[in-house]
């Protein structure tokens, strides 16, 4: 069950009188009814307080549901304090000087009231301690409790107890019922609810003694449940632990065995280079740069023997990125091939089609053709959110990519481009690469930074073994994230 579910069910238990007995020895609340219109009465007369507009009787319609013996259905004008907030003069407000102020619900936390940055030399109205501050106008509904008195703006009414109805039973009542004011809202630029919508609303009361056995109650239980969210939490940072150390245990050639029969990547390396010249000879790659050799220093640990250091351009037929057609947004049309951005790269190693732009090939063909993906391209995203990595497969076909991706595009038959995928997700290769990037308002990989990646190349055979293994797992630990997710 979710737990956000789990705490909506016992506030509704509460509010119906289901969460704990009832006690027949409580005193009803029709006598608390009466102590708090008397200790009302007796604010008017010393002048404290305006006598308040009469509130309208409780029709029968506007009764939710059955309350138990003892209880009343009561408006909540009827039982507390209503102050709408009201904003100081915009030259009173200031970041250190005099009353703390809150416009609105920027700084609600949990349960309690957190600190505001600005603070006002003449307050208007002002919340005093152990009120309950409700949000009245975008959003509607949300509450806290302020710890100290604070200025309150127009987005913010207070709600200051009367005859000793505990302030946690106000605070548990309101955010059960938090759907009613929000139906309640109106307006058309934002949402916003009035004075009278708060001072009308229709809430239980229980007897006394029975809403501290409430409060008691949904404290203990709410705080099993925020043990629950804790240690769900505690839970899916260790499988993102998990799945970070796969992959350095994959890297380093510990995940699977060796096998000493294995072709060593030596081999593996020398015919990728004969391929490369004889590409190059029949004119169908250009000749690349030559890059430098691999310093002691670059090696970030030990590989197993029958491994090699390489730079990524070393196994690779192109590396370049994605063009992004003119015409900005303008160039997005109704049909064409998928132009992939940097928020199509799913955490997962995934490509999403769910929000891809298209664009017209027939249009744009002579500008896109240099970054037209193919099967198997390696995405690596080197603007935004940098070394996110997919892999192109023939269902994300045709498809271009912009500026902010870079496609690696390697010797398929030598190198298992799985394989790299994983290995540039794991942490090693990723500080690496972001290591390189110029600090910038908005850091970037470049091509060189992708093309001179040093990277441990395992001979094919176990490459294939590794992806295997880590296929494995992930699929494993993806599986229980979705569960911790969606239940307790």
């Not at 809430?203 to 409430?214: G, N, Y």
């Not at 709410?222 to 769900?232: Q, R």
């Not at 023939?394 to 298992?416: D, G, S, T, W």
């Not at 600090?439 to 001179?452: S, V």
Request: proline share 5%; glycine share 6%; net charge positive.
């Amino acid at each position: 069950m979710d737990t956000q579910r789990l705490r909506d069910k016992i506030l509704q238990l509460a509010i119906q009188g289901k969460l704990v007995e009832q006690d027949k020895n409580d005193e009803p609340a029709s006598e608390l009814l009466q102590r708090i219109k008397e200790e009302r009465d007796k604010l008017i007369r010393e002048g404290k307080i305006r006598k308040p507009k009469k509130l309208p009787p409780i029709k029968e319609e506007e009764k939710p549901f059955a309350i138990p013996e003892g209880w009343e259905w009561v408006r909540l004008g009827e039982i507390a304090l209503i102050k709408m907030g009201q904003s100081p003069k915009g030259d009173t407000v200031n970041d250190n000087e005099g009353m703390e102020f809150h416009q609105g619900k920027v700084y609600f936390g949990e349960k309690y009231l957190n600190k505001s940055d600005k603070y006002t030399t003449n307050p208007k109205k002002v919340a005093q301690s152990g009120d309950i501050l409700l949000s009245v106008r975008a959003p509607v509904g949300t509450i806290n409790i302020t710890d100290r008195e604070v200025c309150i703006g127009r987005g913010l009414c207070a709600i200051s107890g009367l005859g000793n109805i505990i302030k946690t039973y106000y605070f548990y009542t309101i955010l059960a019922l938090e759907e009613y004011l929000i139906k309640k809202a109106t307006g058309t630029t934002f949402l916003a609810v009035t004075a009278s919508t708060v001072n009308e609303m229709i809430i239980p009361l229980p007897p006394l003694a029975e809403q501290k056995r409430i409060v008691e109650k949904v404290d203990k239980l709410f705080a099993l449940i925020d043990e629950l969210d804790s240690n769900k939490e505690d839970l899916l940072e260790v499988i993102n632990l998990t799945r970070n150390q796969v992959l350095q245990e994959a890297i380093q050639g510990k995940l699977v065995e060796q096998n000493p029969e294995d072709e060593p990547a030596s081999v593996l390396i020398q015919r990728i280079k004969e391929e490369r010249d004889k590409l190059v000879r029949e004119g169908k790659i250009r000749k690349p740069k030559k890059l430098p050799p691999i310093k002691e220093e670059e090696k970030p640990f030990a590989i197993p023997e029958g491994w090699e250091w390489v730079r990524l351009g070393e196994i690779s037929k192109n590396i370049s990125k994605g063009t992004t057609p003119k015409g900005g947004r303008n160039a997005y049309k109704d049909k064409g091939i998928y132009f992939l951005r940097v928020e199509n790269l799913t955490r997962d190693y995934n490509i999403d089609l769910s929000n891809v732009k298209l664009v017209d090939i027939d249009v744009h063909e002579n500008q896109l053709q240099r970054s037209i993906g193919k099967e198997n391209d390696l995405l690596i995203s080197i603007a935004g959110t940098l070394g996110r990595v997919a892999i192109i497969k023939k269902e994300h076909l045709p498809c271009n990519m912009n500026q902010a991706i870079c496609f690696v595009r390697v010797f398929y038959e030598k190198v298992n481009v799985d394989y790299l995928k994983y290995i540039i997700s794991s942490l090693n290769i990723q500080k690496s690469m972001i290591s390189k990037t110029k600090t910038t308002a908005q850091p970037n990989l470049t091509l060189g930074i992708i093309t001179n990646l040093v990277i441990p190349l395992p001979p094919l055979a176990e490459q294939k073994r590794i992806v295997e293994k880590v296929d494995m797992i992930m699929e494993m630990l993806d599986k229980l994230e979705k569960e911790l997710i969606i239940n307790i």
